[in-house]
């Protein structure tokens, strides 16, 4: 058998004249549903090997501007590049030569419930490289070693706990050594010590693999442990970019809010809401 | 005004989306057989063991049920022959009668309503709470098509499966009737069936096979659409599944009666 993994068609890590090219590259990205705006045109770039996180109060945008960096929802208007690929003209051949650099780990997990964990893990290398099984079953159970879920490979993910469930859709994303590793709400659901668990792997996964990691959350304990940056979503505009201290130092009033839980002031415009009722109502 | 205009309205909402809804279900068997046919060229090679998986549970799993209910009505479809020719003292005609409405329709029905219900729902339930639980998602974000992973399968499975499953129903319906009939008539089973063969043409089975294949696309498209149009957690599942086994129903019996109205002319 030989052991060739398939070729990155994208171009993407080769050193180019200007300087590092940064992982990730959004312009006046536009988001709708519907008649709503979600994401009012925010800019951003990610550069390698950083932790980023976004952060943003219930509601701000977070997953749908995930969804878009993810190329699961095409931006109503603006460009997202990732390592360099632009996901609005990539062809379907760039796209999953792209997707193979990428490792997502989802809210829930998302493992495939008819799949042992093993064979979650396994899925990307059976279906993208020409690697013997037996060469599979040894990466898949190394990864699972990584998130400290060695010789699980055999359960289903029915019989895991919710922590676990993470990890393991941790080590399915990481399975394919991927440059750039997405993950939304590490925390969510977690009792505070299996979360700093995972805080501490995602660490140890930029330092040891040199990953560059995008996270998706609100628990501000976790997000200023583990981020070398953060941005602060809003209302689908992007309130600042910043170091840790930068951040917790910023005097916006509504990054203070975030910080300090500080619910926003609830104002409900009376003439507005029957509006929309009416119009409702007509449709 | 209103009175007249809101419904209309309505009348047109639902149009416009079952029109989409045609539109998307084409595009999911146009991409379907795409992947099957030339997904390897790009990286989504259909896998025959997902086939395979696919066919044991659409086909092999159904033999049990799809036995009994043809032995039914071919027991089911002698009496009633057997009762309005004898009015016309012909009996025997029996054979010929059982023979054409098995083949050209109830074998290839029968299944597929039994199938719809089995396996079209399955489909809806598994890929419906695949997209609640972001499985769908996570297989994009993998480069996994999931039209290649989760709908081609199934595709390719219902399409050797259904024809495979009319036959055979169509045989043990015969097979039943043969049963009943034969004392009334005073043959042999043995001597019914050797009738049945020498009555029967080719293109009575082909015309019930025909109709397989388009019940098999019928059942899949549908069940795999809903499946992925499901929102709404598991309510929004239960949902998705119910919708997908009654529209599977309804589109092969007006399917069915579209194509006997054309081949019996
Ligand atoms: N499928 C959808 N259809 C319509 N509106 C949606 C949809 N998904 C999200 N929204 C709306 O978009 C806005 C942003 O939602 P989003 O899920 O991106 O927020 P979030 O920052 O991830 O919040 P949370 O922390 O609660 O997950 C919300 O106001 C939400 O109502
Ligand atoms: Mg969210």
Known sequence: MNTRVQQDATGA????????????EVEKLEAWYGRRRILNGIDFRVDAGEIRVIMGGSGSGKSTLLRHLLGLQKPRSGTVRLLGVDLGRASEREMLALRRQIGVSFQGGALLTSLSVGDNVALPLREHTDLDENTIRIMSRLKLEVVNLGGFQDLMPSQLSG???????????IVMDPKLLF???????????????????????????RMTIVVVTHELESAFKIADTI???DQGDILMTGTVDAVRRADHERIQDLLN???????????????????EQAA | MNALSRPLASLGRAAVQSVAGIGYAGMLLLESLYFAALGWRVGQPLRLRQVLEQMRQIGVDALPIVTLLALTIGVMLGIQFIAALREFGAQSQVVVAVAKSVTREFGALITAILVAGRSGSALAARIGSMSVSQEVDA???????????????????????????????????????????????????????????????????????????????LITLIGVSTGFSVSGGAEGVGRATTRAVVLSICYIIVADMVFSFFLNR
Do not use: C, H
């Not at chain 2, 974000?141 to 499953?165: C, Q, S």
């Open chain 1, 13 to 24: 890590g080769q050193p180019s004249a200007l300087g590092p090219q940064p992982l990730i």
């Open chain 1, 231 to 233: 941005t602060v979503l």
């Open chain 2, 139 to 217: 297989l994009a974000t993998m480069g996994i098509e999931p039209v290649r992973y989760l709908a081609a399968p199934a595709l390719i499975a219902m399409l050797v499966m259904l024809p495979v499953l009319t036959v055979f129903a169509d045989t043990v319906a015969i097979l039943g009737a043969a049963l009943y009939a034969s004392p009334a008539l005073n043959v042999t089973p043995a001597a019914y069936l050797l009738q049945t063969l020498s009555l029967l043409v080719p293109g009575d089975l082909w015309q019930g096979i025909a109709k397989a294949f388009v019940f098999a696309v």
């Open chain 1, 163 to 173: 922590g676990m469930i993470k990890r393991a859709a941790l080590a399915r994303a």
């Open chain 1, 261 to 279: 839980r500080r619910p926003r002031e609830i104002a409900v415009d009376a003439d507005a809401y029957l509006r929309r009722l009416t119009e």
């Open chain 1, 183 to 209: 993950f939304d709400e590490p925390s969510a659901g977690l009792d505070p010590v299996v979360s700093a668990e995972l805080d501490e792997l995602i660490l140890r996964l930029r330092d040891a693999l």
